[in-house]
């Protein structure tokens, strides 16, 4: 073992000040390339490409629905990540970064029931079915809302840490869990994948290269709020201690 | 072990309250459910496996926040945490004090609030059978919910938001369970779910709960 760590080794980032310093270097190239990548996909979604046969000009809320939905279960496996990290190599930027997350994710787990209930209401004549992926979206919304009220409730920050990564962890058995209960509750109305790589199914190539521009676009945007929130919370954090240690010292 | 049992179970039924507090709760929930949704026998009939279920998982709920609240404040938590039994083991004991105290009584109750709902004659025996593989599960995640928050001044409103999505797949599978065997129909296959789920949570929730209780006695 080396007792410095490698410069070039992912947990240099460990450090909030190079944290601080990288994440303020890169995130001005994150927020450029994800509104890029959002203007240019949402555009040429809304409007150059065709209406569906079938679905009319409704089919065009997939540009904002797929990207949403697939963030919405991303985010809170990145939380997991991060829980983990924190729980076995206690790094505080690693459990600020999963508290900067949660928001963001029930963000787009909003984003994804609300424009599915859009577009559900013209296609299946309904605004919400309790159908298994609905039901299981609604589900993780209220773990997100769980977690991110235990962030809220508790003072110490170590203990908040521990306690919401442990959270975390069982939530996601749990949320897993609930998906397959869900499954085997009540058969569903939503279509099956429509990204996959290995079925027939797939949609469409015209409407295919946007939806993937829109996916990218969202990705990075999660990834810039990800990085901008961790940078806040750190500061807060400074703040408060620079805080603390001005009382003392009067 | 057998002491703490004994110990909580006395306090349990000798400090009052607590003991017949869930069960006085799950009595009005289904006297309610008729005023609400109207006293049509076949309507209730319906509806009543899913209603004593939901029922009694609130009854659960209800006596969580004093589970290891009070122990807490008399600080006996901190004895049990530095004695030798390991912590797994107290909150394990802890878990089946509740589910002695409050789900037991439930599953024994349920019968006869099942009359009062109008539940088809083949359904009593699947109901008690799904409760009594049930309810350990609520016992345990709920302690889980109540290691999380025994350090929260107010913690009872936070406790339900985090243990109720927890309770989800034992509340699907035990409901289905109760639903189909109301009708006549095979139950074996969400049976066999809801046992699975027990015995998992059984086996490792307590690890998850001891390692949050540490934390919070830190």
């Known amino acids: ?250 | 072990m057998i002491a703490l049992l004994s110990r909580d179970l006395k306090l349990a039924f000798r400090a009052g309250g607590g003991f017949g507090l869930g069960l006085a709760f799950f009595l009005i929930v289904t006297v309610l459910v008729p005023f609400s949704v109207g006293p049509q026998s076949s309507l209730l009939a319906v509806i009543a496996p899913g209603v004593l279920w939901l029922g009694a998982l609130l009854a659960c709920l209800l006596s969580l926040d004093r589970l290891l609240a009070l122990d807490w404040e008399d600080g006996s938590l901190d004895l049990l945490a530095t004695a030798p039994l390991p912590l797994e083991a107290v909150v394990t004991i802890k878990a089946l004090a509740h589910w002695i105290t409050t789900g037991l009584p439930l599953v024994l109750a349920a019968p006869v609030l099942g009359v009062l709902l109008n539940l088809p004659q083949a359904g009593f025996i699947w109901l008690v059978v799904s409760l009594l593989v049930g309810t350990p599960a609520l016992s345990v995640i709920g302690t889980f919910g109540a290691a999380l928050t025994v350090g929260l001044k107010r913690g009872g409103l936070l406790l339900s938001l985090l243990v109720l999505p927890l309770y989800v797949p034992t509340l699907i599978f035990g409901a289905e369970v109760a639903r189909r065997g109301a009708i006549g129909m095979e139950t074996s296959t969400p049976l066999l779910m809801l046992g699975g789920i027990t015995a998992g949570v059984v086996a490792l929730l307590p690890f998850a709960s001891a390692a949050v209780l540490r934390v919070n006695l830190r």
């Open chain 1, 1 to 250: 073992m080396t007792t410095s760590v490698n410069r070039n080794s992912l947990w240099a980032y460990a450090n909030p000040k190079k944290f601080l310093q990288t994440s303020e270097r890169v995130l001005p190239f994150f927020w450029i390339t994800s509104g890029l990548c959002l203007v240019v996909g949402l555009i040429w979604g809304f409007f150059f490409t065709p209406d569906d046969f079938r679905q009319g000009s409704t089919v065009k809320i997939i540009y904002l629905h797929v990207p949403s939905a697939l963030m919405a279960i991303n985010a809170w496996f990145m939380m997991l990540v991060a829980s983990l990290i924190w729980i076995v190599r206690r790094h505080h930027v690693s459990a600020l970064a999963a508290r900067a997350a949660a928001p963001v994710g029930v963000a787009m787990t909003l984003i994804a029931l609300v424009t599915g209930a859009i577009w559900g209401q013209p296609m299946w004549g309904t605004w919400w079915a309790w159908d298994p992926r609905l039901t299981s979206f609604l589900i993780l919304f209220l773990f997100y809302l769980g977690y991110i009220a235990l962030w809220e409730a508790i003072e110490n920050p170590d203990t908040a840490a521990d306690l919401t990564s442990v959270l975390c962890l069982v939530g996601s058995v749990f949320a897993i869990l609930s998906r397959y209960a869900v499954n085997f509750w009540n058969q569903g109305l939503h279509q099956g994948a429509s990204l996959s790589l290995d079925k027939e199914e797939n949609v469409a190539d015209v409407f295919w290269v946007p939806l993937l521009v829109c996916i990218a676009g969202f990705v990075l945007l999660f990834v810039a709020l990800v990085l901008y929130r961790t940078g806040t919370e750190i500061r807060a954090r400074r703040i408060k201690a620079l805080l603390a240690r001005e009382r003392v010292g009067a």
